[in-house]
């Protein structure tokens, strides 16, 4: 069971299809894209009946914020490599920690209890979290997404989401990344992530293109535009 610990500084940007394509071609100069391309990333959110993670995380001041989710790169077979992530965030640093285990194992560990045999300190962490929250599957979430690498810095990378997408019904990663559009159309989100700051190269191409940072959740939009209404009825009721 492969481990990897991420630690990093995170800041998203929502772009119009006419930004984009200009900072795409400004950016080949500096940045180089990774191998796979454009491809397809599905993260199944986990939180309690009450959505207690996602309400924590957007109370203000929010100084910790934390998320647990079970991610594919692609619609995954049963025996696909998938990864379970614990990604927290303090005081403006993002920490994630995550196993890479079998969907099938993933399914039954995550819905079912069944713990894999293998275990690790990483393990321990996200089987402690979902013990003490008692989380379930909420909603899925999807997005196309094209990955850019720094040429003198390979940890200075940027990402763009396209047609992200989410469903809350059919909780099942295997069964393909059908959804409900988040974003407008023409739009994109773009996530830059450093170790550092960022280069002054890029920081001065963002104030020429007048592109400015926003918060932006995928998860946290999810719940505000379609579920807390749900859950206002449900309460009504």
Known sequence: MAQQVF??????????KTQYLTLEKVLEEY???????LHCIN???????????I???????????????LRSYGTPTQDAAVYIELKKKYKGTTFKRRIQIKYKEAWQYLNYGIKPREKSQVFNEIDYFIYSYHTRPKVLIMYDRIALFGKEDKEFRITFDFNVRFRDYNLDI????????ILKED???????????????FCSI??????????????GN????YLLNQEELRYAE
């Not at 739009?187 to 190269?201: A, F, G, H, I, N």
């Not at 963002?206 to 998860?219: A, C, G, H, Q, T």
């Open 7 to 16: 630690e990093r500084q995170e800041k998203k940007y929502v772009l119009t």
């Open 31 to 37: 940045m180089n894209k990774d191998d796979y391309g």
């Open 43 to 53: 993260s199944l959110y986990f939180d309690t009946d009450d959505f207690k993670l």
């Open 55 to 69: 309400r924590a995380s957007q109370s203000k001041p929010s100084v910790y914020k934390e998320k647990l989710r």
């Open 174 to 181: 295997s069964k393909g990344s059908y959804g409900t559009p």
């Open 187 to 201: 739009t994109c989100l773009m996530e830059v992530k450093t170790l550092k700051s960022m280069p002054c190269w």
């Open 206 to 219: 963002l104030s020429d293109l007048e592109i400015y940072p926003r918060s932006f959740s995928k998860y």
């Open 222 to 225: 999810v719940y505000n535009d």
